[in-house]
């Protein structure tokens, strides 16, 4: 308003009249108070500086990662804590952090994900991450980039814990796969499954035919795809008028073995009690 013209005594006025509506110090809303959570947010950016993201779990909550929280704003310089919102700083600020999302200047998707690492629990943490998957937003590279320029952050392990089933696993062919699970039971004392038996006309890639227990080795390339999500589960069903119970098991399963085999054995004394 300054830039336009106007002086002290011509905003007091405004105020007085009841057209501008003080909401920080340089931020006013303009002839009403009923503003939108959004129009909330943005305030609180811009009375953090010219520099201010919002951040964290408002960032999250703008990418629509997390159910409306605390307004957190970070800035690359110091300021004062304000009233209304959260203040962080953060001299690692680069241009692929930033973004806007209906024109509010956000910290990028990668750059929340690392942030919230900071303020959200673990359970909380691993549902954003999924929630960005979901949407399309997930981008595992773009994630480690920002943690390799904000080194010692609280939440790094914690977010590393999470990120661990993105990784994939050991890339190994799907024979490789089926060895692996078949070396899991000979060290763990599983008695040996039958191999590549057809049941209601579908090819089971292991099965202990005496419990009705079917394993099937789930790779991320061949089965995480719209038409293989709706066919493993029509599988699934033909499968069960047969007494058959099917477990799928990923290549994460697979390095978690000590967990698997426990499972495993688990079932085969349920279905064998």
């Known amino acids: ?7 002290r005594d011509s ?3 405004r105020v007085a009249a009841g057209w501008l509506h003080p909401l920080y110090r340089g931020v006013y809303a303009v002839g009403h108070l009923a503003l939108t959570r959004r129009s909330r947010i943005l305030a609180a950016v811009l009375a953090a500086g010219p520099d201010a993201l919002a951040s964290h779990r408002c960032a999250a909550e703008l990418w629509d990662l997390l159910h409306p929280g605390p307004i957190d704003i970070t800035t690359p310089r110091s300021r004062r804590p304000r009233v209304g919102f959260v203040l962080h700083r953060s001299r690692s600020l680069v241009p692929e952090d930033r973004a806007l999302v209906d024109n509010i200047p ?19 943490l691993s549902n954003a991450v999924h929630e960005a998957e979901i949407q399309k937003q997930f981008d595992l590279t773009a994630i480690e980039q920002v943690l390799a320029r904000v080194p010692g952050r609280s939440g790094r ?18 024979s490789h796969y089926e060895r692996a699970f078949l070396d899991i039971c000979d060290r763990y004392d599983i008695a040996i499954p039958q191999s590549a038996v057809s ?22 390339a061949t089965h995480y795809t719209t038409r293989a999500y709706y066919g493993d589960r029509r599988r699934d069903r033909a499968l069960a008028p047969h007494g058959i119970h099917v477990v ?14 426990r499972e495993v054995k688990d079932i085969l004394a349920a279905k064998a009690a």
């Not at 990120?163 to 050991?170: D, F, N, T």
């Not at 799928?248 to 085999?261: F, G, I, S, W, Y």
């Open 157 to 174: 392990h914690k977010l590393q814990r999470v990120l661990k089933a993105y990784g994939g696993g050991p890339q190994l062919t799907r």
């Open 248 to 261: 799928r098991v990923t290549p994460l399963d697979l390095q978690n073995e000590k967990a698997l085999a």
């Open 11 to 13: 905003i007091r006025g």
């Open 106 to 124: 956000v910290t990028s998707v990668a750059r929340t994900l690392v942030d919230l690492a900071e303020v959200l629990t673990e359970r909380r």
């Open 199 to 220: 049941v209601a006309g579908y090819e089971l890639d292991f099965l202990w035919p005496t419990h009705g227990l079917a394993v099937e080795m789930d790779d991320q």
């Open 1 to 7: 308003m300054r830039e336009l013209g106007l002086g």
